[in-house]
């Protein structure tokens, strides 16, 4: 794979004209262009074994912007979302063809450190998986992990769950088990145990799935106070969340990147009819 990728052989013209019309997509959005590129994905193939799971997929992520990404069940959104951090190589026989630019450096690169980019782009996880042990451990272990200094730890985690707006709950209690905390404050927990690291891109597995309505609501007004900070990505089911929290939205269909571009235009007038059929509802 590394070969591949070091030797370019990815820069076809048919990902010259992908990414032309990507381009040409994203900078139809003021607002859009107006942001900078923080990753990009260049004609990105990713197989498990014989299952091509994502075909020639391009996409432009600006800074400061919540990317959502649908599309039904099995169309690769968790695949793509996993070869953002090179999360992809923990599963065995697969095969990544294509480029990840993070700020205009390939992610697959041999001289870059997968702690490093996994420090950078954090992942949330569809499921809440605090660790086994204290609430206060929990967010502390990434940067004791990293031997980050700059900060002292208490207020490390002080900060990371404020910032995930956990804090006034959990401010008396952080050294019990982080497992007592309900369903809607692991959730929080885990944004705050990714903020900690203070990574630059944050990746989403369908974060709210699992949870009650309040703290679906929770975790979205939080979202719209990290997107001031942070360029984020997001996979959801669910066309409302995507349509009231995100700028942009990609549609993804059998492994494809059918659409991406500012949310508005995706949902009042997408461009391919197999999107129009799909938020109108007609299959999926
Ligand atoms: N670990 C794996 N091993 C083999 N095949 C996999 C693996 N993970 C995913 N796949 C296959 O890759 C394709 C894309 O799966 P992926 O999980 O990315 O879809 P998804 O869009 O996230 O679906 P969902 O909405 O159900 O979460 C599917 O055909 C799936 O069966
Ligand atoms: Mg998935």
Not at 148 to 153: G, H, I, Q, T, W
Not at 177 to 195: D, F, H, Y
């Amino acid at each position: 794979m590394q070969g591949e990728l070091a030797s370019g052989r990815m820069a076809g013209t048919n990902s010259k004209l992908a990414t032309s019309r990507l381009h040409e997509m994203v900078h139809a959005g003021d607002a859009a262009a107006s942001a900078s590129v923080k990753m990009e994905a260049q004609d990105l193939n990713f197989y498990y074994g014989s299952t091509h799971a994502l075909k020639g997929v391009s996409m432009v992520l600006r800074e400061r912007r919540i990317s959502a990404l649908i599309g039904p069940s099995g169309c690769g959104k968790s695949t793509f979302l996993r070869t953002l951090n090179r999360m992809n190589e923990l599963i065995a026989s697969t095969r990544l063809t294509g480029t990840v630019l993070l700020d205009n450096h390939s992610i697959y690169d041999r001289a870059q450190d997968v702690v490093a980019i996994r420090q950078r782009v954090g992942m949330v996880f569809q499921r809440p998986n605090p660790f086994p042990m204290s609430i206060f451990n929990n967010v502390a272990y990434g940067p004791r992990v990293l031997r980050m200094k700059k900060e002292p730890l208490p207020q490390v985690v002080e900060r990371s769950l404020r910032q995930a707006a956990l804090w006034d709950e959990v401010k008396d209690r952080l050294q019990t088990s982080a497992l007592g905390l309900s369903g809607g404050q692991q959730q929080r927990l885990c944004i705050a145990r990714v903020l900690a690291v203070e990574p630059e891109v944050i990746l989403m597995d369908e974060p709210a799935s699992a949870l009650d309505p309040i703290s679906t609501t929770k975790i979205e007004d939080l979202l719209r106070e990290l997107r001031n900070r942070y360029t984020i990505v997001i996979v959801t089911h669910n066309l409302q969340q995507a349509a009231r929290i995100s700028d942009d939205t990609g549609f993804f269909l059998t492994g494809e990147l059918v659409e991406f571009g500012p949310t508005e235009w995706l949902f009042v007038k997408p461009r391919d009819s197999r999107t129009e059929d799909y938020i109108t509802g007609r299959f999926g």
